[in-house]
């Protein structure tokens, strides 16, 4: 009789020594999810340290601008251009000094002619000291300066047409270019200013405009494949107040605020 106690009384005690193990065994584990600890061993990641950019390892900055009448500056009473503005505005917001240290604009250059210029060796040498490259090229290639644009009695209905047939062959002479400014200067950061619509007071139907964005997206499609060059897009700047930013002397180039805007457009692109 005692006997049977004793091992009753046993097998109790055990199952109460398991039931209270478990439960502590289950806290703990529950604990350890519900507030995990973070092992001794473990560190927090620290940041790469930040890549200096182009501009902030340059002591100085050299500039070299080539490509048509937009470059040169046509229109802007002052002959400073957008390349003038961005030398002073960038001077101004880096505090070293930025030099223009050729500009080979030719006001009415087409892409092949500005091809031609970049097998000289006098314009690979010109590049090869660029950190920044400015370039502009493709407006007289499809506007041709309004030949062929405009028909009807009185030459007042748009025809885009004319500009449309133009994009495709100028843009492999683009291609081109780019491909030989990299050649000529790898390193250096290339921007082209895009093109906008001159012409869209004069085109109600806006059918110039799809022209200009399809020549607009085939040079980016180009670029893009160049990890240092970028589009400078234009055309959203002079949209809403052409009159006010195009030269009165001619209705196609900018005048000294659309330089302006231009250079801020550009500046804001290199901070």
Same mark, same amino acid.
């Given at each position: 009789?005692?006997?049977? &106690?004793?091992?009753?009384?046993?097998?109790?005690?055990? !199952?109460?020594? @398991?039931?209270?193990?478990?439960?502590? +065994?289950?806290?703990?584990?529950?604990?350890?999810?519900?507030?995990?600890?973070?092992?001794? /061993? #473990?560190?927090?990641? @620290?940041?790469?340290?930040?890549?200096? /950019?182009?501009?902030? /390892?340059?002591?100085?900055?050299?500039?070299?601008?080539?490509?048509?009448?937009?470059? !040169?500056?046509?229109?802007?009473?002052?002959?400073? +251009?957008?390349?003038?503005?961005? &030398?002073?505005?960038?001077?101004?917001?880096?505090?070293?000094?930025?030099?223009?240290?050729?500009?080979?604009?030719?006001?009415?250059?087409?892409?092949?002619?500005? %091809?031609? =210029? #970049? *097998?000289?060796?006098? @314009?690979?040498?010109?590049? *090869?000291? *660029?950190?920044?490259? %400015? #370039?502009?090229?493709? +407006?007289?290639?499809?506007?041709?300066?309004?030949?062929? #644009?405009?028909?009807?009695?009185?030459?007042?209905?748009? $025809?885009?047409?004319?500009?449309? /047939?133009?994009?495709?062959?100028?843009?492999?002479?683009?291609?081109?270019?780019?491909?030989?400014?990299?050649?000529? $200067?790898?390193?250096?950061?290339?921007?082209?200013?895009?093109?906008?619509?001159?012409?869209?007071?004069? =085109?109600?139907?806006?059918?110039?405009?799809?022209?200009?964005?399809?020549?607009? $997206?085939?040079?980016?499609?180009?670029?893009?494949?160049?990890?240092?060059?970028?589009?400078?897009? @234009?055309?959203?700047?002079?949209?809403?107040?052409?009159?006010?930013? %195009?030269?009165?002397?001619?209705?196609?180039?900018?005048?000294?605020? +659309?330089?302006?805007?231009?250079?801020?457009?550009? %500046?804001?692109?290199?901070?």
């Amino acid at each position: 009789m005692r006997s049977s &106690r004793f091992i009753w009384g046993t097998i109790g005690l055990t !199952a109460s020594i @398991t039931t209270i193990v478990f439960a502590v +065994g289950f806290a703990y584990a529950a604990n350890q999810i519900w507030f995990p600890k973070a092992s001794g /061993s #473990l560190q927090l990641a @620290t940041e790469a340290p930040k890549k200096e /950019s182009m501009i902030e /390892s340059k002591a100085k900055l050299q500039i070299v601008a080539l490509g048509d009448s937009l470059t !040169a500056g046509t229109g802007d009473n002052t002959g400073q +251009g957008y390349v003038g503005r961005v &030398r002073e505005k960038l001077e101004k917001e880096t505090g070293k000094p930025v030099f223009v240290l050729n500009n080979l604009a030719i006001p009415g250059y087409k892409s092949d002619q500005l %091809l031609a =210029d #970049l *097998a000289l060796k006098k @314009t690979q040498d010109a590049l *090869a000291q *660029a950190d920044i490259i %400015l #370039l502009t090229i493709g +407006g007289n290639d499809i506007f041709a300066g309004g030949d062929g #644009l405009f028909q009807g009695e009185n030459q007042t209905e748009f $025809n885009p047409e004319a500009a449309e /047939s133009r994009v495709a062959p100028a843009l492999e002479k683009v291609q081109k270019i780019l491909e030989a400014i990299n050649k000529a $200067n790898p390193k250096a950061t290339v921007m082209y200013v895009g093109l906008y619509h001159p012409f869209l007071d004069l =085109d109600p139907k806006q059918e110039g405009s799809l022209v200009v964005q399809r020549w607009n $997206n085939g040079v980016f499609e180009m670029i893009n494949r160049y990890p240092q060059m970028v589009i400078v897009p @234009t055309y959203d700047l002079f949209e809403q107040n052409l009159i006010k930013y %195009l030269s009165s002397a001619d209705h196609f180039h900018p005048n000294g605020d +659309g330089y302006e805007r231009i250079a801020d457009r550009i %500046l804001q692109i290199l901070k």
